[in-house]
């Protein structure tokens, strides 16, 4: 089935440094990437998308790359903040079925060192 | 405000003593969705819904059934709940009714089956 791949599962960095994930996708008619951010004892909440037509977005401190042709995708995070600390997860929409669905990858815990 | 409300938070139960998740989402979403969290394996879903009476099974579907008989109610029922169905559940909702926009998730249900 189409999954979703994600490195690394865990990420330690000191504060100001930069902070990158990375994602696989395989099914090659995935046309929408969300990025969520789950802090401890909450819920996923999404901090940036970016959707097939479009190779980079940027969001302050937050920008994602895509490139369709090898099916990858990152998450760049620039001058890293203790409040960054959370799980990322990535994400890659697929038509299935008669609709679509959003298949996640297993989630990088993120931790950033004062 | 704008919300997807699930209840209850937690729960602890015994194996097949059939129980309901509810979740209720008040943006007028044609797409929602469960998912349940588990450690290294991100969020997957277990059912999803396109709309009124539309439902389809997701990547984890035994064991689970859903109803879609209004637009914001969304309920997940476990006929006969076992130990490894203990999990945290999410539901979540989007306005696009194949998955591929911005999906808002309830605050989780901690589920413990003994």
């Known amino acids: 089935g189409e999954n979703v791949e994600q490195h690394p599962s865990t990420l330690s960095v000191q504060e100001g440094d930069s902070a990158v994930i990375k994602c696989t996708y395989s099914?090659?008619?995935?046309?929408?990437f969300p990025w969520y951010k789950q802090e401890l004892g909450k819920r996923p909440q999404l901090i940036i998308d970016?959707?097939?037509?479009?190779g980079e977005k940027k969001d302050q401190r937050i920008a994602v790359t895509l490139n369709k042709t090898a099916k990858h995708f990152s998450l760049h995070i620039t001058e890293t903040q203790p409040e960054d600390s959370a799980v990322y997860f990535c994400a890659a929409s697929t038509i299935y079925n008669q609709g679509g669905k959003l298949i996640f990858g297993q989630g990088t815990e993120l931790s950033v060192k004062p | 405000e704008a919300q997807v409300t699930q209840n209850p938070r937690y729960l602890i139960t015994v194996t097949g003593k059939k129980l309901t998740v509810t979740c209720s989402q008040n943006?007028?979403?044609?797409?929602m969705s469960w998912y349940r969290q588990d450690p290294g394996l991100g969020l997957r879903q277990i059912y999803y819904?396109?709309?009124?009476?539309?439902?389809d099974k997701g990547d984890v579907p035994e064991g689970y059934k859903v109803s879609r008989k209004e637009k914001r109610n969304f309920p997940l029922i476990l006929e006969s709940p076992s130990p490894n169905q203990t999990s945290l559940y999410f539901c979540?909702?989007?306005?696009?009714?194949?998955?591929?926009?911005?999906?808002?998730f309830g605050q989780g249900t901690r589920l413990t089956v003994v």
């Open positions: 979540a909702s989007s306005l696009g009714n194949r998955g591929n926009t911005e999906a808002f």
């Open positions: 819904s396109m709309n009124v009476e539309v439902t």
């Open positions: 099914d090659s008619a995935s046309n929408y």
């Open positions: 943006m007028n979403h044609e797409y």
């Open positions: 970016i959707r097939s037509n479009v």
